[in-house]
């Protein structure tokens, strides 16, 4: 009897287990183990992008935003250095890390935008640039065939470093046995396709018995609806994977395979220290270039729309620009070279390290005309500075523990008598009190890195209106057209409405603070209508003094043309017949191969006429 139950037990188990665990059968292990994902939406919010953009319009913006672009770009500080030398340099940094011309060729995207620009030289122009070799500038002969120069007239000084991907990866199945796993994050995860490695705090999940040096297979564990209709991580770290079904978030990982690395610690390691790299990338599905670090102060990583954006802005030497949300201050440094480094940059931004992140990268570019605070953009006009061309401040210098109210502590020289404020009892109280609190933090923090701030962001109380030339807002936004993104469930009709009056009421400081006949450019990375276009129709509404102005290059695509009314009824106006063409929006499925961002750019009139 005891036999035979056994007997029956196992042949269960064994069904069960079968069941359970079925055997992967090959032709299913190329979709399971490659990268092919299916960016997950809030529903509301697909059917809203849907109505903006066309169903297959959309599927394919959605396809290109689980994907990095295949080249990075790469903008040259003029003031330091040339393209010709950076490119020379980076060829010799690319061909050390063994990047070969096959390689990066393989998957790269269309050189042609929508516009019909050539915005990298063609195989066709590389080609006969080898034939003519012996007559080139020593410049061209030791130019590696993935770098080009952008062929944009004014953004010559633009380099493109071609990768590639996606790649096929083995990861070693064979005969049932799957290969060792490691589960990231999503955040990790997105990193890993910009080029980052594995770091400690993004392992989610290991398998069992993993030693330092195993080949491990890498895939991302995307968030899941819950029961209570949210959306959560399902996985406690420290998860052990066993390369079967009852694994956390198995069938979700299918397709979800970002390359194959080898473990830097022990699975043992991984899971008791708190940073370091876990996994070394060695096979990677897409390949770029990784320039973190490399000729720092020379050149600087930033996509392509936002070099465009400072161009759009078209600073003028010696003008007074702000830029209203400047942090970490790429655009900010483009707008500083553009200028020549003459004029006045205010850069600010509502977080502290931030603007010091603004102040390091101002020093490391050489740049002396970025003033940079800390201030919330919803509060940047002060009207009791009216007559004061500079800002209502409290200075804090970390160099001489010296607090002073300055209206331009960059450079007091270029100030009219007349804009210097007035300390009142109440601001030399704040202003003592701020002087006590740095002599106490001067022993820690030590000297400042900054030319003129020292290791401390100055506190700015707003600036007076009309008295910036040009305005930049580059609005914090939804960020949906930052790639690669593997999930975008989080946003809802509701937060993308909020995030559309945050930037409403930024607008409206930008406008009280730029001059009559100034400029004001505002810009988002994200592919919401309804925070572009929807902007846009807000602003020329309500202020009539403003126009759009046309930009200046122009290798984006049209804006979107007409509304949509929501479930509540509420009706959301875009762009009118004719505003289109005034308006860059750069589409991330389109050969471009951009991030998907959006580019207004306003002429001032006169303003009192309309007031
Ligand atoms: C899109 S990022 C700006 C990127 C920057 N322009 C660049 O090109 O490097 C938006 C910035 O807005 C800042 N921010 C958000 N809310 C703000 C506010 N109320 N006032 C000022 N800055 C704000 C964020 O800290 C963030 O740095």
């Not at 580019?599 to 009192?608: L, Q």
């Amino acid at each position: 009897m005891k036999k035979a139950r056994d007997c029956l037990l196992k042949t269960f188990r064994r069904t069960f287990f079968t069941l359970q665990n079925p055997k992967p059968q090959m032709e299913d292990l190329p979709e399971r183990y490659s990268y092919n994902p299916v960016l997950i939406w809030n529903p509301q919010v697909e059917e809203y992008f849907v109505k903006a953009y066309g169903a297959e319009h959309f599927s394919h913006i959605s396809k290109a935003l689980t994907r990095p672009s295949c080249y990075s770009c790469i903008r040259v500080n003029t003031l330091k250095s040339t393209t010709d030398t950076v490119i020379e340099k980076l060829s010799t940094i690319v061909k050390e890390m063994g990047c070969s011309n096959s390689e990066n060729k393989t998957l790269v995207g269309g050189d042609v935008d929508a516009n019909g620009i050539d915005l990298m030289q063609s195989d066709s122009r590389r080609a006969s640039m080898k034939i003519e070799d012996e007559k080139k500038p020593v410049t061209e002969k030791f130019q590696h065939p993935s770098i080009s120069r952008c062929q944009v007239p004014g953004l010559d000084y633009v380099v493109f470093v071609r990768g590639s991907g996606p790649h096929t990866i083995d990861y070693g199945y064979a005969n049932g046995r799957p290969p060792k796993e490691v589960i990231v994050s999503r955040k990790c995860a997105e990193a890993v396709l910009r080029g980052a490695q594995v770091y400690v705090p993004g392992v989610m999940a290991c398998s069992a018995h993993v030693e330092k040096g195993d080949a491990v297979a890498v895939s991302v564990a995307v968030e899941q609806r819950g029961v209570d209709g949210g959306w959560s991580l399902g996985i406690t770290r420290g998860t052990v994977v066993q390369g079967l079904p009852t694994d956390p978030y198995h069938s979700e990982r299918n397709g979800l395979y970002i390359g194959q690395g080898t473990t830097a610690m022990s699975r043992a390691g991984i899971f008791r220290v708190s940073g370091g790299i876990a996994v070394d990338m060695n096979n990677r599905v897409f390949k770029l270039p990784s320039f973190y670090d490399v000729l720092e102060g020379e050149i600087f990583l930033q996509n392509l729309p936002s070099i465009v954006t400072a161009h759009a802005l078209d600073p003028q030497k010696g003008e007074r620009i702000l830029d209203m949300c400047a942090a970490p201050g790429g655009k900010t440094t483009a707008i500083a070279i553009l200028m020549k480094d003459e004029g006045e940059v205010i850069a600010a931004d509502r977080s502290h390290n931030k603007v010091m992140d603004i102040q390091k990268l101002a020093a490391e570019m050489g740049l002396s005309c970025i003033a940079t605070y800390k201030l919330d953009a919803l509060k940047s006009v002060n009207r009791n500075v009216d007559s004061c061309k500079g800002t209502a401040s409290v200075c804090i210098d970390a160099n001489d523990g010296v607090v002073n109210n300055s209206s331009n502590s960059m450079n007091l020289d270029n100030v009219e008598p007349s804009s210097v404020t007035e300390v009142s009892e109440v601001d030399k109280t704040k202003m003592q009190n701020a002087k006590q609190k740095m002599n106490g933090w001067r022993p820690r923090n030590g000297p400042g890195r900054n030319q003129c701030m020292g290791g401390r962001a100055e506190n700015s109380r707003g600036f007076a209106p009309n008295s910036f030339d040009r305005v930049l807002l580059d609005a914090p936004c939804s960020a949906l057209g930052l790639r690669p993104r593997i999930f975008a469930g989080e946003e809802t009709i509701a937060s993308l409405r909020n995030h559309a009056k945050y930037q409403r009421r930024m607008f409206d400081q930008a406008v009280q603070l730029v001059r009559p006949g100034g400029v004001i450019v505002y810009s988002t990375c994200t592919i919401n209508p309804g925070e572009n276009e929807a902007l846009v129709r807000y602003a020329l509404d309500k202020y009539k003094f403003l126009t759009l102005a046309p930009q200046h290059p122009r290798i984006g695509g049209p804006g979107l043309v007409g509304h949509f009314e929501f479930a509540d009824h509420f009706v959301e106006e875009w762009l009118r017949p004719g505003e289109e063409h005034l308006v860059q929006r750069f589409d991330p499925s389109s050969p471009l191969d951009t991030i998907g961002f959006f580019i207004a750019k306003f002429s001032v009139g006169t303003k009192d006429l309309e007031e």
